[in-house]
């Protein structure tokens, strides 16, 4: 199956397809790029972005981010909110999740006149489920409303380690600016 395959696939929430990307560990280089595409098509059909700096700044974010995610939803998926038969692993999560992401690739429409105003929803939407089906999928889930559990518990604990995260930054950052150089010798010399 060719890549422009899976693409179309992945868009389409083929299930069969996201079974088959969870158990295949070569496809994580091409989730990756999935992650890439997307990220790129969106820099340059929503904020018109034409900067090499600004498209590569954007797409180590999304590249950040979905590791970031699929971790998070790894933990909460296998250790918080697991089913009986939930057995997998961060880079299970991986390959089906930079899948999701394109639905993204749909942007590209968004300029045909009188659908073009329709896109933005749809990509939401499509993204969500096919997120739904990604989680669902690799932790092998039988209920889908367990999948749409596990995201919105993993996002609440995200945010929660983000904001923690902020605040320590910022304490640390706030005693080393408070810190007053000495302007005489400690020690008498």
Excluded: H
Excluded at 8 to 15: E, G, M, P, Q, R
């Amino acid at each position: 199956m060719s890549y422009a395959e899976r693409l179309y696939k992945a868009i389409t929430l083929n299930v069969e397809f996201y079974e088959s990307v969870e158990a295949d560990k070569s496809l994580t280089r091409q989730a990756m790029m999935t992650v890439a595409l997307v990220s790129i098509v969106q820099g340059f059909v929503v904020a018109g972005i034409a900067a090499p700096i600004a498209l590569v700044q954007g797409v180590l974010g999304s590249i950040i981010r979905w590791f970031i995610w699929a971790f998070f939803i790894a933990f909460v998926g296998t250790r918080i909110l697991p089913e009986p038969e939930t057995e997998s692993d961060t880079g299970e999560l991986l390959r089906t999740l930079g899948f999701a992401y394109a639905p993204g690739l749909l942007i590209v429409f968004k300029f045909l006149p009188i659908i073009g105003i329709f896109i933005d929803p749809l990509v939401v939407i499509l993204q969500l489920a096919a997120m739904t089906v990604a989680v669902r999928q690799a932790l092998d889930f039988t209920s889908t409303v367990r999948a749409v559990g596990v995201c919105i518990v993993a996002f609440i604990v995200m945010l929660i380690a983000l904001t923690l995260f902020i605040l320590f930054t910022s304490f640390f950052v706030g005693v080393a600016e408070s810190a007053i150089a000495p302007t005489a010798p400690l020690m008498g010399v």
